[in-house]
C-alpha cells in the first residue's frame, strides 16, 4: 500500500459504546459493516458470536479464515504459517479471496474491491509476521543501530506473537501493530495513532 501521511485527531472513546456520529469507535467509522446489504445490520457479527466460534482461534472468530498463498518480501508464504492471528484476520477479508459476508458458518458471494483490497502480492505492503520479527533471531549486529529497541517502543504500537516453524514464539510486526480494527482513538486510516510527522513509522525505525 501507499503511505500517505494524513491525520486525524479523535477522542479515546472504547469501540462497543453506541453514540452516533463520535470518532474513536467501531460505531460509524470504515469496520462499521451495519448499512451494507450483506452484513445483514450486524456490527461485531462479520468477525465474532458469541456462540460457536470458529475452532482453533482466540476472540470468539466468526469470520471465514483466509488459506491463500502470498507472495512475501521473502518468498511465499501462507497465513496459517506465516502471520500473527491479528493479520491473518484482516487478511481473511483484505486479500479478497473470501468473501465479506462468509461468516456464521454461511459461504458469501460479496468481496472487497476498491483501494482497501490488498491482495495476495504483499511484496508492495509493509512486511508483516515472518517478515517481520521485532527483533529477528538471530539478531544481526546492525539491527540495533536500525530499530528502536523493543523495551523503548511508544505505547501505542503493539508488537504480536507469531509461532515459527520451529514452535518458538517471536516477536512479529502485524497488521495490528499499527492498527486498530475497532477504531479505537478515531485516527485516520484506524492507525493506532496520528501518523503526522510519520510518528508511526519513527516509533520502530530510527531514521
Ligand atoms: C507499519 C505500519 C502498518 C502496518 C504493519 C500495516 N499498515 Fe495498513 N496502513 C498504514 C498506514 C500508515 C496507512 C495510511 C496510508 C495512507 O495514508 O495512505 C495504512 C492504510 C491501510 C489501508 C487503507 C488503504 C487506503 O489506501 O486507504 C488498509 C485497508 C490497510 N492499511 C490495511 C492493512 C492490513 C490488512 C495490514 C496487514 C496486512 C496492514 N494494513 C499493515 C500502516 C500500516
Ligand atoms: C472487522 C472485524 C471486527 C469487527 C467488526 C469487530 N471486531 Fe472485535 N476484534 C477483531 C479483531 C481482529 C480482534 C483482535 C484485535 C487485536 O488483538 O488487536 C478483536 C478483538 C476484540 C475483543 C478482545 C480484545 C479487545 O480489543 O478488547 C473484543 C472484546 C471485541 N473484539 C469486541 C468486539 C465487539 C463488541 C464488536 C462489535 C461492536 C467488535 N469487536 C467488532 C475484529 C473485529
Ligand atoms: C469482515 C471483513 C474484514 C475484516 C476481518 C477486516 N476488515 Fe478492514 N475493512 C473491511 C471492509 C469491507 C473495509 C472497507 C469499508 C468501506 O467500504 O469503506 C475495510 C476497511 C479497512 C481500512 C480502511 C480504513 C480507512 O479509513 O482507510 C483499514 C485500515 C482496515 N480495514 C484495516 C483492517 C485491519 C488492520 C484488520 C485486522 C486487524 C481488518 N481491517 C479486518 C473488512 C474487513
Ligand atoms: C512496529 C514496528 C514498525 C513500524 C511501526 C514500522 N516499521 Fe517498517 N519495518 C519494520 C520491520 C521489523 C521491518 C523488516 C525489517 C527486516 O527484517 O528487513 C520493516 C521494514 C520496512 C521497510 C523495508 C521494506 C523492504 O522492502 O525491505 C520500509 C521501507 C519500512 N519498513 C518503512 C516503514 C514506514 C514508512 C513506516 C510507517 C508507516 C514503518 N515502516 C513503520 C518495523 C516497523
Known amino acids: ?31 462499521d ?18 456462540h460457536n466460534a470458529l475452532a482453533g482461534v482466540p476472540r470468539l472468530w466468526n469470520h471465514e479464515l483466509t488459506t491463500a498463498t502470498y507472495q ?13 492471528t491479528d493479520s491473518r484476520f484482516c487478511l481473511s477479508c483484505h486479500d479478497g479471496t473470501v468473501a465479506l ?9 460479496s468481496f472487497m474491491g476498491g483501494g482497501e483490497l490488498l491482495g495476495t502480492d504483499l511484496t508492495n505492503d509493509h512486511p508483516i509476521g515472518s517478515d517481520a520479527m521485532y527483533p529477528p533471531d538471530p539478531q544481526p549486529a546492525w539491527w540495533a543501530g536500525a530499530f528502536q529497541d523493543p523495551a523503548n517502543l511508544p505505547s501505542f504500537l503493539r508488537i504480536r506473537d507469531w509461532v515459527d516453524p520451529n514452535g518458538v514464539t517471536q516477536k512479529v ?16 486510516h484506524m492507525l493506532r495513532a496520528s501518523n503526522a510527522a510519520s510518528a508511526i513509522c519513527l516509533g520502530c525505525h530510527l531514521k
Open 101 to 109: 459476508d462468509s461468516f456464521g458458518g454461511q459461504t458469501g458471494t
Open 72 to 84: 512475501m518480501h521473502e518468498g511465499t508464504g501462507t497465513a496459517a504459517a506465516d502471520f500473527d
Open 173 to 188: 510486526v502485524s497488521c495490528a501493530s499499527c492498527h486498530t480494527v475497532h477504531n479505537k482513538g478515531g485516527f485516520d
Open 1 to 31: 500500500m501507499r503511505f500517505r501521511m494524513s491525520h486525524l485527531l479523535g477522542t479515546m472513546v472504547f469501540a462497543g459504546v453506541v453514540a452516533s456520529g463520535a470518532s474513536g469507535q467501531i460505531v460509524g467509522s470504515d469496520h
Open 33 to 50: 459493516f451495519s448499512s451494507k446489504a450483506w452484513s445483514g445490520g450486524e456490527i461485531c457479527k462479520p468477525c465474532h458470536t458469541p
